[in-house]
């Protein structure tokens, strides 16, 4: 019997056969030299159906040499050959592959396995992978790409711009990276909704790929920012030039549903040097810079284009660093309280004082609240300053309720978050009770801005302190909103006039019409008023002869500790005469 007879013999009509019929895979037996000892039924429709793309391979032919036939055409088949012979020889253990193969002018993938048998030879599968393949393309697709626009996504941006930067290295010339951000698109998004918004940045998607050339890479970071690498940059004019395109096509008039919008688009831009070593980390940066460089666009009245520079680096970290430290201030002690004082127009009697907070940092010393309010509004420990200005002011005022008579209070400045924060109104009310306050002796200070911010939720957080019987009063008047409407909504009890009317009343008649109009409106309200910034005599005469019922300033008193406070209200007590500037 013949090397195919005797196996032939065992599979035909025996249990290894039905097994193999079994099996979905298209599926044959080898012996050790590459002999065909069976097929499966998978295998034989198989080959019947696709006669002209396929040789046809039966028992007693040769599948290796099959294979070495097929890998003068085919690239797939040099590999498979070198697998299944390795097996068959003994030198591997097994061996896979996935093959790409055109049948009926389709591109399919299969898998192909080879396992040896204990007795020599090997079982060759052939598996279509096609729908796997496909599905694993598509949740590729879907992981680096952006599902609203079909962008590449910031997964895919990282990858993009570090094999750019490499390329720049090679060729000397540099790559811009542009961080675009549309402005004030949360307006737009509140106004119109998500659905309307999303065709807003699907239609600036397809805008931006439109001004930009094929090799340039057009990226949706999240949300409405979008970052484009450009290549082959010489100069920063060109990559300029570009940003221009861009802000150009992005802020181009758009309608969505029937209604005309117009937005402005902040850019940062970055630029590589050439030798400018490609790393992971590299790209990260030049993202930061990039994001860097739009913020500052933005801080400079947005709709601009701003090349990144180091000193905006340097400011990031100065900024970050003044933070992280704020965060521990509270805690270390390092904050005070200033008071300035304010006197009444009248009299000259000092009639409260307003609580100016300070800090003094380890390092730097006495940092101005210009240089860190902001950040701490930024970072939310404004809520934790807050606190602690409030109970501070509370605690000093009672102090003080023995030198002063009716009517004096300390004013504290409320941030917007404080305002909107849960739980506000029982604050004030339990650092009122601790400190065993009168209500009346504590002012709340809020810009029109925090006040207009959300007007439903403010009108019922300030009439809830209303009822405790502190003062509300309106700071900064006339820079806000100065829709003057919500004077009659909230329950206000003073106006601040801001320093720039006071400082203007001098050299501008219509100013100091203006400052007479509000005084006289606020009395009509049944208000009071208070003239910020009285730097000079004359201004004071101004804001008496307009009726202010109280002015603060330089004029009169800077801000200072608690202790020189005490001694000013000890010296003044009995005074009844105006007090002399």
């Known amino acids: 019997m013949n090397d195919v007879a005797a196996p032939r013999a065992a599979w035909d009509g ?15 037996v080898v012996n050790h030299g590459g002999l065909v000892l069976a097929t499966n039924e998978a295998w034989k429709s198989y080959q019947a159906a696709h006669t002209v793309d396929v040789a046809e391979t039966i028992v007693g032919s040769s599948y290796v ?8 055409t085919q690239r797939w088949a040099i590999q498979a050959l070198a697998g299944v012979t390795s097996v068959l020889a003994g030198r591997m253990m097994s061996f896979e592959m996935d093959y790409d193969l055109l049948l009926a002018n389709v591109d399919r993938t299969f898998s192909l396995s080879v396992v040896p048998l204990p007795a020599g030879g090997a079982v060759v599968s052939h598996v279509d992978i096609t ?5 694993e393309r598509q949740l590729s697709h879907r992981a680096t790409h952006d599902a609203l626009t079909g962008l590449p996504n910031r997964m895919l941006l990282t990858d993009r711009l570090t094999q750019a930067v490499q390329r720049a290295a090679r060729t000397g010339k540099q790559v811009g990276v542009l961080f675009c951000d549309l402005d004030q698109f949360k307006v737009l998004n509140d106004t119109l909704g998500h659905a ?24 949706r970071f999240g949300g409405d920012e979008f970052v484009i690498v450009v290549e082959d940059i010489t100069s920063e004019e060109d990559v300029r030039m570009v940003a221009e395109r861009l802000r150009d096509a992005a802020t181009a008039p758009m309608q969505v549903d029937g209604v005309d919008l117009w937005f402005g688009t ?58 992280m430290s704020l965060r521990h201030a509270v805690r270390r002690h390092e904050l005070r309280l200033d008071f300035q004082p304010e006197f009444s127009c009248t009299d000259g009697h000092i009639v409260g004082v307003e609580a100016l907070v300070r800090w003094q940092h380890p390092q730097r010393g006495l940092i101005n609240p210009v240089e860190f309010i902001e950040a701490a509004e930024e970072s939310g420990t404004i809520i934790e300053i807050g606190s602690w200005v409030l109970e501070e002011a509370c605690r000093q005022a009672a102090l003080w309720s023995d030198l002063t008579g ?7 400045n409320i941030s917007s978050k404080q305002l909107s924060e849960p739980g506000f109104v029982d604050h004030v009310r339990d650092c009122l009770r601790r400190n065993n306050l009168e209500p009346s002796r504590l002012v709340l200070e809020l810009t029109e801005s925090a006040l207009m911010r959300d007007p439903e939720s403010a009108t019922a957080v300030l009439m809830a ?35 720039s009317f006071i400082g203007r009343m001098l050299e501008h008649p219509k100013t100091t019409a203006l400052v007479h109009g509000i005084v006289d409106l606020a009395h009509a309200l049944g ?24 002015f603060q300033g330089y004029l009169a008193a800077k801000p200072q500790s608690a202790e020189a406070i005490s001694t000013m209200l000890t010296e003044r007590a009995t005074i009844s005469q105006p007090l002399a500037v």
């Open 527 to 550: 208000l009071l008023t208070v003239a910020e910034g009285v730097e000079v005599e004359e201004q004071r005469l101004a804001v008496s002869r307009a009726g202010c019922d109280a």
């Open 406 to 412: 009716p009517g004096f209070s300390v004013a504290v």
């Open 65 to 72: 040499d099959q294979l070495r036939s097929d890998a003068t």
């Open 14 to 28: 025996g249990l290894a056969q039905s097994v193999l019929d079994a099996l979905p895979s298209l599926t044959l």
């Open 266 to 323: 902040s850019i940062g831009v970055v630029l590589t040097a050439g030798s400018t070593r490609a790393s992971s980390r590299d790209a990260d940066d030049l993202l930061r810079d990039a994001d860097t460089a739009m913020y500052r666009a933005k801080d400079l009245g947005r709709n601009r284009i701003v090349l990144f520079d180091k000193s905006m680096r340097e400011e990031v970290a100065s900024r970050l660093e003044l933070t």
């Open 196 to 219: 309307a918004c999303d065709q807003v940045i699907v239609s600036v998607a397809r805008r931006l790929q439109s001004v930009c050339r094929t090799n340039d890479s057009v990226t």
């Open 465 to 499: 302190l209303s009822d405790l019987g502190v003062w509300i009063s309106v700071d900064d008047f006339g820079t806000g909103y100065s829709s003057l409407s919500y004077l009659q909504r909230f329950p206000v009890d003073i106006l601040k006039i801001d320093r």
């Open 131 to 135: 729908w796997r393949k496909s599905l």
